[in-house]
């Protein structure tokens, strides 16, 4: 059973990166689609991208000039970047796998503030 | 980008009675591959959404049968036959014919 666990730290300055980590355990890293998803505080749900181990990657416009997912298969692992953040970028964010149509599993999520 | 709505923002249902979610989206989901790509998701409170219903209306491993999907073109409904106190949370749809992929706002579920 594929389990996801992020990593990386809780708080952001404002005009820094967000750089976090999932790590895919129980499952290879070439079984799915690999993606990134927040919520801020109270709201609702809100696609960044995705990734394939191909490397192949898409990501919301709303975003795409900040937004960067690589993957690692030697670690079993993929990466969010997320540069020139500011407190709009507060969020508890998501790593989750999947056909790319649909997320079948998915992270605890981890929430990640930015305030200097 | 494609628009989901869903009604209603929130429904409060007694344990054992039907409950219904509807979700309309801003243009057609089907895929020219004659897939329509439609998932419905649930976020208990606390917890990351689990995947419920994915294309319109198969069931994901697990999922009770209970739940159910269904709809077409713009329009898509999911049902609980008879709801039940673990099914307390939010419900979302999401649309993933068109990036970027978008998600409905959510229906609060809870129990009277």
């Known amino acids: 059973q594929v389990q996801l666990q992020e990593s990386g730290p809780g708080l952001v300055k404002p005009s820094e990166t967000l750089s976090l980590a999932c790590t895919v355990s129980?499952?290879?890293?070439?079984?799915?689609?690999w993606s990134w998803i927040r919520q801020p505080p109270g709201k609702g749900l809100e696609w960044i991208g995705y990734?394939?181990?191909?490397?192949?990657?898409n990501y919301n416009p709303s975003l795409k000039s900040r937004v960067s997912i690589s993957v690692d298969t030697s670690k079993n692992q993929f990466s969010l970047k997320l540069t020139s953040v500011t407190a709009a970028d507060t969020a508890v964010y998501y790593c989750?796998?999947?056909?790319?149509?649909?997320?079948?599993?998915w992270g605890q999520g981890t929430l990640v503030t930015v305030s200097s | 980008e494609i628009v989901m709505t869903q009604t209603p923002l929130s429904l409060s249902v007694t344990p054992g009675q039907p409950a219904s979610i509807s979700c309309k989206s801003s243009?057609?989901?089907?895929?020219?591959?004659?897939?329509?790509?439609l998932s419905w998701y649930l976020q208990k409170p606390g917890q990351p959404p689990q995947l419920l219903i994915y294309?319109?209306?198969d069931r994901f491993s697990g999922v009770p049968d209970r739940f159910s999907g269904s709809g077409s073109g713009t329009d898509f409904t999911l049902k609980i036959s008879r709801v039940e106190a673990e099914d307390v949370g939010v419900y979302y749809c999401?649309?993933?014919?068109?990036?970027?992929?978008?998600f409905g706002g959510g229906t609060r579920v809870e129990i009277k």
């Open positions: 989750a796998g999947g056909a790319y149509d649909f997320w079948s599993v």
């Open positions: 129980g499952g290879s890293i070439r079984s799915y689609y």
């Open positions: 990734v394939y181990y191909s490397g192949s990657t």
């Open positions: 243009q057609s989901l089907l895929h020219s591959d004659g897939k329509t790509s």
């Open positions: 294309e319109v209306s």
């Open positions: 999401m649309q993933s014919v068109q990036l970027p992929l978008t």
